[in-house]
């Protein structure tokens, strides 16, 4: 559940089930198909399970994070290996209430820190945004969700620019269908960038942005004029909002 990540020929990835324990693995492949790897293969009480989203690389180190599992009740975790498997280091056993829980994308890093998003937890029930030191110190609540203001359930990777962080809430909002919002490194300046309405422009939205030239460009689940999800593009301050594709339609 998640992209691959790529290192010359090599790429990086994760499946969140099976594997020896049946918790999920982290595995390397050749882009030939060649010199498959089993990095890891999760143990879900002492390590977390399930990893989500693609794995970060810096200095042939990969960090990631787990859905589940970990030391405090399967609230999941945070975790760095080697990228020849070894060197294996639980960063962050998540606590539900204080730092949030679940999380359902991939880690994004800036100047030995990282930044995440956890789908449930937090004090109040619906998420957080986080950011941790690659060495597992610092770790720091950016955001806990409120739903109807602010947006729940983060899901995916956040964009970064010029020290703002950019992501989506796969609910809540004023419509209850999602947001998209914009947040300082540092937890400062948080602003809901757009409430989705679902019928006109999506509903839902999963997996991470991407951003290029001042536009953030992402996807809906749900929702749109043929009510199977859209592609959307919007400027980093929130105007410019344009559906690109509404799925479901018969035109080519």
Same mark, same amino acid.
């Given at each position: 559940?998640?992209?691959?990540?790529?290192?010359?020929?090599?790429?990086?990835?994760?499946?969140?089930?099976?594997?020896?324990?049946?918790?999920?693995?982290?595995?390397?492949?050749?882009?030939?198909?060649?010199?498959?790897?089993?990095?890891?293969?999760?143990?879900?009480?002492?390590?977390?399970?399930?990893?989500?989203?693609?794995?970060?690389?810096?200095?042939?180190?990969?960090?990631?994070?787990?859905?589940?599992?970990?030391?405090?009740?399967?609230?999941?975790?945070?975790?760095s290996v080697n990228t020849d498997g070894t060197g294996?280091?639980?960063?962050?056993?998540?606590?539900?209430?204080?730092?949030?829980?679940?999380?359902?994308?991939?880690?994004?890093?800036?100047?030995?820190?990282?930044?995440?998003?956890?789908?449930?937890?937090?004090?109040?029930?619906?998420?957080?945004?986080?950011?941790? %030191?690659?060495?597992?110190?610092?770790?720091?609540?950016?955001?806990?969700?409120?739903?109807?203001?602010?947006?729940?359930?983060?899901?995916?990777?956040?964009?970064?620019?010029?020290?703002?962080?950019?992501?989506?809430?796969?609910?809540?909002?004023? %419509?209850?269908?999602?947001?998209?919002?914009?947040?300082?490194?540092?937890?400062?300046?948080?602003?809901?960038?757009r409430h989705f309405s679902s019928t006109t422009d999506?509903?839902?939205?999963?997996?991470?942005?991407?951003?290029?030239?001042?536009?953030?460009?992402?996807?809906?689940?749900?929702?749109?004029?043929?009510?199977?999800?859209?592609?959307?593009?919007?400027?980093? %301050?929130?105007?410019?909002?344009?559906?690109?594709?509404?799925?479901?339609?018969?035109?080519?």
């Amino acid at each position: 559940i998640g992209g691959l990540t790529l290192l010359g020929n090599v790429l990086f990835g994760a499946n969140s089930s099976g594997g020896t324990n049946g918790y999920g693995l982290l595995f390397s492949v050749d882009t030939s198909g060649t010199n498959f790897q089993v990095l890891r293969h999760f143990s879900s009480a002492t390590e977390g399970h399930a990893p989500h989203g693609r794995l970060t690389l810096a200095s042939n180190v990969l960090y990631g994070a787990n859905d589940g599992g970990g030391t405090n009740g399967g609230f999941g975790s945070l975790f760095s290996v080697n990228t020849d498997g070894t060197g294996f280091r639980v960063l962050r056993h998540f606590s539900y209430a204080t730092d949030g829980s679940n999380p359902r994308g991939g880690l994004t890093l800036a100047n030995n820190v990282l930044y995440g998003a956890n789908f449930f937890g937090g004090t109040n029930g619906n998420g957080t945004l986080f950011s941790m %030191n690659t060495d597992g110190t610092g770790f720091k609540v950016l955001r806990h969700f409120s739903s109807a203001t602010d947006g729940a359930n983060p899901q995916g990777e956040l964009a970064l620019a010029g020290g703002v962080l950019y992501g989506a809430n796969s609910s809540g909002g004023t %419509n209850g269908n999602g947001t998209l919002f914009s947040v300082n490194t540092d937890g400062t300046g948080f602003q809901v960038l757009r409430h989705f309405s679902s019928t006109t422009d999506g509903a839902r939205p999963q997996g991470g942005l991407i951003l290029a030239d001042s536009q953030l460009y992402g996807v809906n689940y749900a929702g749109g004029a043929n009510r199977f999800g859209t592609l959307f593009s919007m400027s980093t %301050n929130g105007t410019g909002f344009r559906v690109l594709r509404g799925f479901g339609s018969d035109s080519p």
